[in-house]
């Protein structure tokens, strides 16, 4: 027991330390009394919080002054003009006010029971013309007896959602928040077949795999099942074609992308409303993609909210009790590296979007990344002792954050990719101890055909597989 103490008070003592270096306004924590039993979960991320700050400190990188607010280069914009095609460089790469956001909308909603007059009319929850009418993307979906949803409606959100209805509903679980990634919306967490006949499209990624003949379960339809409350947030990536330039992917956004100024606003307005509307309640985000650091984000420029005294702003780490992150471009994507160049020729939000992220083979932090990582990752997983956050201690409530990355395994590590967009080192946060990164096999991909007829099923199978599914369910549930 005495070596125990000792640990624990010398981590404790270095946490403190940096605490203490932030701001001479902020008490410094110290933990629990040399009598309190840490559980080894906790102790194991104090002590990495502890090394890393000692590894900052010998390379005399200033922890005190890292910044934590919005890049300069995102800062938020303040024309109240609505954006226009002719108007996109003023907005594009910038965060977004919801009062001039034209994704907070909830017009023409496919899962919205009130919609009758719509280009996608509501039928079944799943009529979303892309992905159900367009056979170049697999459609129509072949799958039957969709669970029910409709319209989020939360008191403090104007922007739109899909919750599932839930007839059964377990008070003592959190509340799930489903972010879903670029090009996609909230039929990312729902059951998907090919039509009979439909081949799948592999050759992307070089993955040879039969399509499913029966419909799987996927994340809505077991979270509900297992008496979840959930909610899916909607970027309405279906209205970007009329706002960016879109007749090409070159130099334009054909594809409808969106980046980290369009999407993060309308998850941070989310995450406030369903905690303000639930001040009891835990909250657990599950993230794919894009929506990774979408996630990570939201919560920072909640915080940062917090800290600055902003009227009406939350702590939201206090409420967190899940942050589970599928194929995240934590520290890059492929889409930054050679050949590639949108990153310095397309001004639109696919380009944006790349600039933000930075390089997958070569990365080096970008003004995205910095204030959300941290120097070397230490921002990363704010609360996951349940003190530590953004350089401070005393921040979150007691409350311990539980962090899990999931990705596909490379190939050969750090030379053959096998998912199209990320990889091993892209996705994992280098915060061991406080984070569980998880790695699925090489067989482990979405073999049910959605996105694209299978276009990138490996990206796709950390959240969608089997073996990507169940672990998602086991983290839940620790």
Known sequence: MATRRRVFRAVVAVVGMVGMACSNQDPVVEGPGPDTEVPAAIKACRERIAAKTSELQAASIDIATWPIQDAEEMKEITTAAPQTQETYRAYDGKYRPLSNHPGCSVDNLYYDKANSTGTTPYKDGNNDGKWTGNTAFGGPNSATDFIGGDVARIPGFSCAAKEYAQANEDTSKPIIILVHGNSTRPHTWEKFLLPPGTSVNTATENVQFTGDTAARAQLAETLIAQRYRVIAVDFRTDIVSGIDPSTNNTTQNAAGNIDH????????????????????????????????????????????????GLAGAINPFPQVSHVILGSGANHGVSTYDPPSSLCTTNSTMRGTIVCEMGSRSNYSQTYFHKPLNGPRD????????????????????????????????????????????VSEAASRIEMEGCVTNTLTTLNDYDTSGYFNRGFIANHFGSLRSTAGLDLTLRYLAE
């Open 378 to 421: 230490l921002f990363a997983t704010p609360c996951a002792d349940g003190d530590y956050a953004f350089g401070k201690t005393g921040q979150c409530g007691d409350n311990v954050v539980k962090y899990f990355t999931l990705t596909m395994t490379d190939k050969e590590r750090g030379t053959n990719y096998q998912d199209f967009y």
């Open 261 to 308: 100024g369009w999407s993060t606003p309308i998850l941070q307005s989310l995450i406030k409303a369903v905690m303000k509307d639930q001040p009891n309640r835990k909250v657990a985000l599950i993230a794919h993609s894009l929506g990774v650091t979408v996630a990570r984000d939201a919560l920072r420029r909640l915080y940062v909210e917090w800290r600055t």
